[in-house]
């Protein structure tokens, strides 16, 4: 069960108290996340300052999604692994509306650009274990997998910069979020995701999901 909410803006103001960022978060950072991402791809030294920083930064973070990205709650995404454009543009869309959740998008808001940059790059440069043994499903589900979904999130799961990395991800979160695109519940949307559901069929998503939570 994940954590409840009055217990989740209690830590929410401790995190605010410890780092300072209630004042912070009025001022915009003069650097831009998105940028400071593609110099680290170019610069290690870069790279490893804001990994080491990301880990500090992402301390409340780490309540729900794991120290080291892996979730402590089966509704709750794994974020290690994923690339760190497309963790970028979660944060984005949370900020923005375009996903929803209110206390996610209330916590985005204190962060600032930095900030923004090395959480992504620290959870991207994080260990990315199987969450389970393959299930009874889980053949059918990775030929249902390239058929339907592997163009997008690559043959492997593994995701890129615009599209998520599947493999190794809780299972229940992978159930829930395959629903709500499929009955288009509105905490997300994307129509090419709801289209390519509605084609893999609510009767094999508990395949599709064995095998992706199985995966490296």
Known sequence: MRISQSRAWSFFVRFLM??????????ASAEN????????????????TLVAEGGKAAFFCANCHGEAGISKFP???NLAGQHPAYVLHQIEAFLSGARKDEFMQGLMKVLNEREKASIALMYASRAVPPVSSPGAKAADGG??????????HQVDAHGAKDFPRLAGQQPEYLKISLRRYLTQSGERFYAPMTAAVAQLGERNIDAVVDYLSSLP
């Open 33 to 48: 996340a998105a940028e400071l991402v593609a110099r680290a791809a170019e610069d290690s030294t870069l790279h490893q």
């Open 143 to 152: 030929k249902l997998f390239q058929q339907h979904c592997a163009r997008c």
């Open 75 to 77: 509704n709750v995404p």
């Open 18 to 27: 410890a780092c300072g960022l209630a004042t912070a978060a009025a001022s």
